[in-house]
């Protein structure tokens, strides 16, 4: 009964079998209880709506003042179907739709929807004066717990009403807006990162619409090519939509609006090609297409997804690291050779340190041996990690740590030499956030070649947006879908 | 590093040692230590890391007296000054300037006030101008073609076996044309060596108005292993 009450009837309109399904012996008494419940004329206005329904005729009220003619052939009228009983203030509204008339209603329950929001239309027609900016409010108000749905299916009316005054508080919008501030600290290579994202996102009829506010502060001399940046954004991340997978026709484009804001987060511009950060972009910058909207990506709150170890590349990109070369002979004996050289024996009569340095020397000719570059994976170190796990049960890197685990002399050198030999074996995902850049030739083979893997922003990176659909919607089970 | 494993806890240690590591890949790996006697030793991997871009590699000799003086000054007021940190923001290459037993780990887009800032303002711009002492180092020349050039008295191991070549045309800020070349140059290391230099495919086919500017990433033994290195053309308009 409530949630019919909270409903309006013609809301109802798709659920006709339920309706025809109701057995008319037990009318009289949940009528009755209705009655009881939320009174005599809202009950008859939904009895009148339903009746309307059955009969196929359409909801829309007729004018009350028109004449019904029957072209005088003296056979008796068709029957018209009841109307439904308005109050008078209510009717006249209706009929005349002038400011006046809507103005002086006093409870717009008992219009049906599209009736509201044609007074609505009508109201907004021109500026609104005080009176007529409550009157708007009002009745977006008589929609109730439905205001928000109601709203984010007419919001071009609602942004209409706010462009004439109405001055409609967000807050009516309940879950299909807000404001998300994320901050965090991530782990990348050893060391802490702060990530910190804002945005403002609102539900509307086709869309969940994403407005990042960037505070661009160029350096002297300097402008940001915004139109340009803004596009790579665009281009990159508006592919997504939010599907009911229960029913896939229902579906939200993930909408991402960069704006420049003095409130957003600030992004200092500079001159020439530098490395960027979340907080810095260079004008020059030969990898701008990339750059910038990884850098966005930040802002929106998502981590980097590169030197990671296993356990964090798992939580952060839901999946197993990519696969490695495939050569399993060859990373076979490579990873023997690092076990070896880690595990070389400390002599009774040497300093600990010394034994170190003789385990980094070690481990030093083993990499320069295999030409492997120092502090980034490629699919043949990728390859080696996996085949040390299998071998050793323990991660490389982790054991790199354990055994290599005190400065042999100068602290600089040893926290550089384990930092890059450690980002050997670690983990970048070639997603947007990862090394999206990353192109060997011959070309990587565990860069799958098809579906998602082919697209820089992957599915988790655009999830937090359709879980936001979801709590709104509150029906449903809603995935992001790359679909445009 | 040798130049870095030379310095023994006997030693009094160097005037300022620098590194700035880290960032997305490639990552920046610079390193600087300036001993109290104006000499200095230096590795260079990205050469975008600082402006204008400078070859990559080994580099040392001596700061001149005037520059050694002002360092000298600044670093003495950083050391008074204690330890210094700052939050990294996503995707920052880490800072880290030692003087004595003080550290400042900061961004490397950090802009401290105060005697760390002094002494970072001394310290990066000879990140750039230490590259005019190459000891074994690479660079870019752009003329008819494109070329790999050796830098400096001593050879540089350079691995060419997966090397990527890339050419923006510029005009102002905006990217009117890319071309793009991966391969190899060199299925073996090579010792570059004084003399050396070897031509880069470089057919970009890139017409019209604006600024050509070449990129190259390639790999170079430090002596501790292999490391990515990126290079590329300085542009005339910053």
């Known amino acids: ?484 | 590093l040798s130049f870095l494993r030379r310095r023994g806890s006997r030693g009094p240690g160097p005037l300022v040692s620098y590194r700035r590591h880290g960032g997305r890949p490639p990552p920046d790996r610079e390193l600087l230590e300036v001993s109290d006697d104006g000499s200095f030793s230096m590795w260079r991997t990205i050469a975008r890391a600082f402006d204008p871009p400078a070859p990559i590699g080994r580099f040392a000799g001596t700061l001149d007296p005037g520059a050694l003086e002002r360092l000298q000054a600044a670093a003495g007021d950083a050391a008074r000054a204690g330890d210094l940190t700052e939050e990294l923001p996503a995707g920052s290459a880490v800072e880290e300037t030692a003087v004595g037993k003080r550290t400042a780990t900061l961004p490397h887009t950090a802009s401290p006030n105060g005697p760390w800032g002094e002494l970072l303002g001394q310290v990066r711009p000879l990140l750039v101008e230490l590259t005019g002492q190459p000891r074994a180092a690479v660079g870019l020349r752009l003329g008819e073609g494109l070329q790999l050039v050796h830098l400096g008295a001593e050879p540089l191991r350079l691995g060419l076996g997966q090397v990527e070549v890339r050419a923006i045309l510029w005009e102002g800020y905006e990217q009117r044309g890319t071309w793009r070349w991966a391969g190899a140059l060199s299925p073996d290391p090579v010792d570059a060596g004084p003399g050396w230099m070897l031509e880069v495919p470089f057919e970009h086919g890139l017409e019209g108005a604006g600024e050509l500017v070449a990129y190259v990433d390639l790999m170079a033994d430090d002596g501790d292993g292999w490391l990515t290195c990126s290079l590329q053309t300085p542009r005339a308009t910053p």
């Open chain 1, 1 to 484: 009964v409530n949630r019919d009450v909270q409903q309006k009837p013609d809301q109802q309109a798709d659920d006709k079998s339920r309706r025809g399904g109701r057995p008319a012996a037990g009318g009289a008494p949940r009528l009755a209880d209705l009655q009881h419940t939320v009174g005599n004329r809202a009950v008859s206005g939904l009895v009148a709506t339903m009746l309307q329904r059955d009969t196929g005729t359409p909801t829309t009220t007729p004018p009350v003042s028109g004449t019904t003619t029957t072209g005088g052939s003296g056979t008796p009228p068709p029957t018209t179907p009841p109307t439904p009983t308005r109050p008078p203030d209510l009717q006249r509204a209706l009929t005349d739709r002038t400011p006046e008339a809507i103005n002086a209603v006093r409870d717009f329950g008992p219009a049906t929807d599209p009736e509201r929001l044609s007074l609505i239309q009508a109201m907004c027609g021109g500026a609104l004066d005080t009176a007529g900016a409550a009157t708007v409010r009002r009745i977006w108000e008589s929609f109730g717990s439905r205001l928000p749905q109601v709203a984010s299916d007419n919001n071009t009316l609602w942004d209409q009403c706010n462009q004439r005054g109405a001055h409609l508080p967000d807050s009516l919008l309940g879950t299909g807006i807000g404001h998300r501030d994320i901050r965090y600290t991530e782990t990348v290579g050893g060391w802490q990162y702060g990530v910190h994202g804002i945005y403002d996102y609102r539900v509307v009829h086709d869309a969940i619409q994403v407005k990042v506010p960037i505070n661009f502060a160029p350096d002297s001399g300097v402008s940001a090519p915004v139109d340009t940046w803004f596009g790579y954004i665009r281009s990159t991340w508006n592919h997504y939509s939010a599907v009911n997978r229960d029913n896939p026709t229902e579906k939200k484009a993930i909408d991402f609006q960069p704006t420049q804001s003095g409130g957003g987060q600030r992004v200092q511009v500079t001159a020439g090609d530098g490395r960027a950060n979340a907080g810095r972009w260079y004008v020059g910058d030969s990898r701008a297409a990339n750059t910038i909207p990884h850098e966005f990506g930040h802002l929106i709150g998502l981590e980097d997804e590169y030197e990671l170890r296993h356990s964090d590349y798992v939580r952060v990109t839901g999946e197993e690291p990519q696969a490695g070369s495939g050569d399993r002979a060859g990373a076979q004996r490579i990873a023997t050779a690092m076990h070896d050289a880690l595990y070389q024996g400390e002599h009774w009569y040497e300093r600990h340190k010394t034994a170190v340095r003789r385990r980094m020397d070690a481990v030093t000719r083993v990499l320069t041996a295999n030409t492997i570059p120092r502090y980034y994976s490629t699919p043949q170190s990728r390859q080696v990690a996996q085949e040390y796990q299998r071998a050793y049960s323990h991660e490389l890197a982790d054991d790199i740590v354990r055994q290599i685990d005190a400065d042999p002399g100068d602290r600089g050198v040893f926290r550089d030499w384990r930092e890059g030999v450690c980002g050997v074996f670690e983990y970048t995902n070639t997603s947007l956030m990862g090394n999206p850049d990353y192109q060997p030739s011959p070309p990587d083979p565990s860069r799958a070649t098809a579906g998602h893997e082919q697209h820089a922003v992957q599915p988790r990176h655009v999830r937090q947006f359709s879980t936001l659909v979801q709590d709104f919607v509150r029906h449903g089970t809603w995935n992001p879908v790359e679909d445009h």
